[in-house]
């Protein structure tokens, strides 16, 4: 493809949607189910050949990372030209080439934050989806007060070494890295704290999977015993992981508020309810209360939509996501909660089903998410720190002693 420098983006549209026609699989036009998403790494193992095949070419192009660098694989392209490229992709309804914890948060702060060699050597396999990262943040003692965390990262000369535990824990069983918080200062809180990135085969990590009360088993335990770490993969400076912890927790906020956390098992929510109430002689709900609560949540997630996609723009714009990815964060786990409980509401008997005959699939995934939804508000920063930084890094307003 030609490189357009932005300057001339009706001709990147016209090559962009060409290109789409020609390298989109049309089988993925089908509704992505929860098992069939593209998390690649070492351990994924593809049941769909043509998504394997997407998340190739669009790799191969950059274009899973659209705005980072060349130099690292990704498709240089500018805040304009990506414009173009999302607006292209959604008028298709593609679907999302690659998922990941590299691209959603750890990428954004080693382009940031790392050296040149780190860059070279983990940049390029997020963007080919060739590793998948996991997150430790949380611990059973350290959730939402994280800079007290324990786990302990000592200097023993030519290496670290580290004890510990995390908790909640996404996908750690997965994952094929780890992006970790440590303490390598007892004697200090925040400035006490390091960033290190390992690999989950290294002799000594653990990952237990923890059952949710939704049936699937997506955070873990994770355990530490005598894990050694090369020096050269700590991100940052010694004791200066706090400030890159802080960062990376906006990009997660902002790309956890960007997915909506789900889409309701696939299902509509109008059309679900139409089918299980039935509906009027003019073709609506035919339960106007329920008809009325539907129609606000759709405003609302219509209007919640253009915000984040504001908010993605200014970010671009600037140095990346601010304290206000904490509002879209809490906006967005409240309203997804609401969805699913409208979508059960709407259901009636069929949304009370957990297995067995009687309940179709698309409806016992729902019930199922919509237990898990009550995760949302916790997850990526509970709602209550959220409003915290809300109110102090937003609004500017003070503790009062």
Not at 108 to 130: H, N
Not at 183 to 201: A, N, P, Q, W, Y
Not at 329 to 358: F, I, P
Request: include cysteine; charged fraction near 25%.
């Amino acid at each position: 493809m030609a490189d357009f420098g932005g300057t001339d983006l009706e001709a990147f549209r016209a090559e962009t949607r060409a290109w789409l026609a020609e390298n989109y699989p049309a089988s993925l036009n089908a509704p992505m189910g929860e098992d069939d998403a593209p998390w690649g790494g070492r351990k994924f193992v593809w049941k769909n050949a043509d998504a394997k095949l997407w998340l190739d070419r669009m790799a191969a192009k950059g274009w899973t990372a659209p705005m980072w660098p060349k130099e690292y694989g990704g498709g240089g392209l500018s805040k304009e030209e990506n414009k173009v490229l999302e607006q292209e992709l959604r008028k298709i309804r593609a679907r999302p080439a690659l998922m990941s914890f590299g691209l959603w948060m750890l990428g954004p702060v080693l382009l940031e934050y790392a050296t040149e060699e780190q860059k070279q050597k983990f940049i390029p396999s997020i963007i080919k989806g060739e590793t998948r990262w996991c997150q430790g943040y949380s611990e059973p003692g350290a959730g939402s007060d994280l800079a007290a965390l324990q786990t302990k990262c000592e200097d023993k000369g030519d290496h670290f070494l580290i004890n510990g535990q995390k908790v909640w824990t996404s996908y750690a069983d997965q994952a094929d890295w780890i992006f970790c918080l440590v303490r390598t200062d007892t004697s200090k809180k925040h400035e006490g704290i390091s960033f290190v990135l390992f690999d989950m085969t290294t002799p000594g990590v653990e990952a237990r999977p923890i059952k949710l009360i939704s049936g699937s088993s997506p955070f873990c335990e994770t355990f530490f015993d005598n894990v050694k770490v090369p020096k050269d993969q700590m991100v940052g400076k010694l004791n200066g992981g706090w400030e890159i912890a802080k960062r990376l927790l906006q990009y997660e906020r902002q790309n956890i508020s960007a997915s909506g956390f789900g889409a309701g098992g696939g299902l509509d929510l109008v059309e679900v309810a139409k089918k299980e109430i039935g509906v009027d002689d003019q073709g609506r709900i035919d339960d106007g209360d329920l008809r009325a609560r539907i129609a606000a949540h759709r405003m609302d997630a219509h209007a919640f939509m253009l915000t984040v996609r504001r908010a993605e723009a200014e970010s671009k714009a600037s140095k990346g996501p601010s304290a206000a990815v904490s509002i879209i964060k809490y906006a967005a786990a409240k309203m997804n909660q609401e969805r699913y409980e409208l979508m059960v509401e709407a259901m009636g008997l069929q949304g009370l089903g957990w297995e067995g005959e009687g309940f179709a699939k698309d409806e016992l995934a729902v019930t199922r998410g919509w237990l898990r939804s009550k995760g949302n508000s916790i997850e990526g920063g509970t709602s209550e720190v959220n409003l915290n930084v809300v109110a102090k890094r937003v609004l500017g307003l003070l503790d009062h002693q």
